[in-house]
């Protein structure tokens, strides 16, 4: 009975929803973010049905499907907003997104260039261009796009950081830095820049990487990538204490970091001399990443250190196996 009354009040307080908004089109999506995907489409759908030619319905229905990763919904939306509004240049960039997603690339740029002959002022539709441009590694056309962007607004954070992005893959690192910095300038929690310039900095070793890992962690405190990094350059200039603590930070957030694991069972096997920890330690590495080759090197010296012979030739047949595949 309990769980009868469970089911029916669910039903209830859906219904409500659906009442709730149903006054008009523009009123009911007050709201309409902290709905479940399910909810969202059966709002969409009632609204829909009343107002069927309302291009903006189907091109929210098209982003909620989008997000949901159901691309084959959201390209039949998308292009039914667009057959009922042509000159509406926002549909064709999510249009560009959806054919993006499914691999197909040349549509993904005729949507772009839709989008910009009904608006030739498109930031984001040349931001587009540039970003799917240094996806396919097509860095010429990814700069024309960019310098589009900046001639439209040259305070666009965006647009530095790509430029950034492709200095750094051409191997030009102090454009790539100057790039990053007015990227900040114009976006100052602008993450993943903070990281690219603490991993610009940390290659080279210089100390200030570490003041870019800490902006980094200080804007996303959940970034172990960042903290695991941090820990590495701590580690490489022998502050080991300093990296221990680093990645017990991460382990605390992500319990089954494979790459921080490691690095505690590495630390204790060569600094502390603690074998029972490190063998704990590349165990649990193993159990979270099974071709982690370097963890069944480690605990093969372990076990040779034991006189555990087999286990120990065990192990390294599995790390030379690996690291052939892996290396």
């Known amino acids: 009975m309990r769980k009868n009354l469970k089911t029916i009040n669910r039903i209830l307080a859906f219904v409500l929803v659906l009442l709730t908004f149903s006054c008009t089109t523009k009123d009911n999506m007050k709201g309409f973010n902290n709905l479940s995907f399910e909810e969202k489409i059966a709002l969409l759908d009632a609204n829909i049905k009343k107002d069927p030619d309302n291009a903006e319905l189907y091109y929210k229905r098209a982003t909620v499907y989008y997000q949901n990763e159901n691309t084959k919904e959201a390209l039949f939306n998308i292009q039914k907003a667009i057959s ?71 305070t666009t954070p965006e647009a530095y950081f790509l430029r950034g992005m492709i200095y750094k893959e051409i191997g030009d690192t102090l ?48 970034n172990v990538n960042a903290m695991y990094n941090l820990g590495q350059f701590y580690q490489d200039h022998n502050s080991i204490q300093q990296a ?23 630390i204790n096997y060569v600094y502390k001399k603690d074998y029972d920890m490190a063998l704990d330690c590349f165990n649990k590495t193993i159990k979270a990443d099974s071709t982690y080759f370097e963890a069944y090197h480690m605990r093969a010296n372990i076990y040779h250190k034991r006189g555990k012979t087999i286990e120990a030739e065990k192990d390294y047949a599995i790390f030379d196996s690996l690291r052939n595949i892996y290396q």
């Not at 382990?251 to 970091?257: A, F, M, N, Q």
């Open 175 to 222: 454009n790539a830095v100057k790039d990053y910095t007015k990227a900040i300038e114009y976006k100052s929690d602008y993450e993943i820049v903070f990281e690219e310039l603490a991993n610009i900095y940390a290659k080279k070793g210089d100390p200030i990487a570490i003041e870019y890992y800490k902006s980094t962690i200080n804007i996303n405190p959940k």
């Open 244 to 266: 221990l603590d680093m990645y017990q930070k991460v382990l605390k957030i992500k319990p089954d970091y494979a790459n921080a694991i490691y690095a505690v069972g590495y």
């Open 84 to 154: 009922l509004d042509k000159k509406n240049s926002t549909y064709y960039i999510l249009e560009a997104d959806i054919f993006f997603a499914r691999g197909e690339s040349t549509l993904a740029f005729n949507a772009l260039n839709d989008a910009i002959k009904y608006d030739s002022k498109n930031k984001e539709a040349y931001l587009k261009i540039a970003e799917l441009s240094f996806d396919i590694r097509d860095y010429n056309r990814s700069r024309e796009n960019i310098d589009k962007v900046l001639k439209l607004d040259k």
